[in-house]
């Protein structure tokens, strides 16, 4: 068996895997606002449990990682783990691993893995998985072969430029996620609220700092008008993403996934029809558009794909 670990800004997760992609066992710890090396600590008793109870069973491990796997130092850089701007896991994880052999990825990198091993990705040479969720990632798949650039941050298309002028609030994310993330549904809902004294809807009675997509997205379904404006940004905003990546890399297929879609696989029919307008007309004639076959389980099925290939190389 192969064992995947998918680190998220809030939980842990394992799982085991057969080589034929089959799952075993899942289990989830929520990191309950653990930073730095009290991350590590978790991550390492986590896998000495596993290797502890079915260790002549492991052939590998893979790692997913919420930012930059750094591939020459095996550190990682994870802005929402405090602590973590240049991390040596691969090595923590190796202390406890022995001969195991261990491979990480960035999670929109595992993303992508996973569908081509066992989700919407199967038998695709060039594929995309968008994933909208806190933030927003792509996992990119190139002629079978994962896009991670010079510095392995390929991929990073929450910074995609898709507005003007530039504005310092995109400092920090980038414009594409500010306006589009889960995150960002709720600070375009915020900000339309402030400019629109004639509301007087439900989102207005949401204190700021706790009004959340969700609220939002329970907006929309009660025909909210805030919430209805929202979403029509949001659309807009995806389409000219995707358009972008469409234009750029040509795939097969552009795979919606993280926690926004979700609710947001209702507004597919208007995202491609948004995404029509902009990008090469001919490649966006090629493309279809699909949600994950995973769901949540893609990053962690793209670490156990992680592990089966290093059992692979290392035959």
Known sequence: MVLGIDLGGTKLATALFTESGNLVKKDSRALDRRAGKQVGELIRETVAGYLASVDSRVGAIGVSVPGISRAKTGTVWAPNIPGWEDYPLLEEIKQVAGNIPVSMDSDRACCILGELWRGNARGCKDAIYLAVGTGIGAGILIDGTILRGAHDIAGSVGWMALDKPFRDKYIACGCFEYYASGDGIAKLALEMLSGDNAYDGPLKNCAPDALTAHDVFKGFDN?????????????????????????????????????????????????????????????????????????????????????????????
Not at 252 to 270: C, H, N, R, S, T
Not at 284 to 309: C, R
């Open 223 to 315: 025909n909210d008008p805030i919430a209805l404006k929202v979403f029509d940004e949001c659309i807009q905003y995806w389409g000219m993403a995707v358009a972008n990546l469409i234009s750029i890399f040509n795939p097969e297929k552009i795979i919606f996934g993280g926690g926004v879609f979700g609710p947001a696989l209702k507004f597919l029919d208007q995202i491609r029809l948004e995404a029509r307008k902009w990008a090469q007309p001919i490649s966006m004639t090629k493309v279809t558009f699909e949600p994950s076959g995973l769901h949540g389980d893609a990053a962690i099925y793209g670490a156990g794909f992680l592990a089966l290939n290093k059992i692979t190389d290392n035959e």
